[in-house]
């Protein structure tokens, strides 16, 4: 279901609070969901707040994005205010590998708290060319830079980095 209302594949996952974020929390997008066109057929009253860069983590892909603490990392991506029904409509599109983390990220007007979507588990696996080439589409659209994004396709090409990585949820 997208927050337009029309049916969307997929299913929703458990909200971690057991309940919609407050209208005031932002959504922390930094893999597919930077993809502006994609965006808002996804969540057509998406509001677009800006630019942001989360400390403390890097880029990863287990097939899909996903972020995972590293203490000299950072991860670009961008801040939207979703309708309770875009939160739905994203908990479909993420799936039940993905959960809902709070994290803290810097803005050009200090630092705002966000939820951000985490894989669950998986192993370091690249993304399809698809994929990959949507995402990369995404950071124009933001005009970010793609550093980190060819690092985290790179690290995929290295079997001996691919682990796999569980976070304590």
């Known amino acids: 279901q997208t927050c337009g209302g029309s049916r969307y594949r997929g299913s929703t996952a458990f909200f971690l609070t057991g ?5 005031v929390m932002l959504y922390f997008a930094y893999g597919a969901n930077l993809n502006l066109r994609g965006m808002k ?18 880029l990863e892909f287990r097939g899909f994005a996903t972020i995972a603490a ?3 990392g ?8 979703l309708t309770a029904a875009c939160w739905r409509a994203l908990d479909a599109f993420e799936g039940p590998q993905y959960v809902r983390t709070t994290v803290m ?15 669950k588990d998986g192993v ?7 994929y990959f080439t949507g995402i990369a589409r995404g950071y124009g659209d933001w005009k970010l830079d793609t550093a980190s ?6 690290a995929t090409l290295h079997p001996e980095k691919s682990k796999p990585v569980t976070i304590g949820f």
Request: charged residues 25%.
């Open 105 to 119: 990220v810097e803005t050009r007007d200090g630092t705002s708290a966000a939820i951000a979507y985490v894989m």
């Open 19 to 23: 309940r919609p974020p407050t209208s």
């Open 70 to 72: 590293d203490t000299a």
């Open 74 to 81: 950072h991860v670009p991506g961008a801040l939207y205010r």
């Open 41 to 58: 057929r996804l969540c057509p009253k998406t509001i677009v707040v800006g630019t942001a860069r989360l400390n403390g983590y890097r």
């Open 124 to 130: 370091r696996s690249p993304p399809s060319v698809a």
């Open 149 to 154: 994004l060819r690092r985290a396709r790179l």
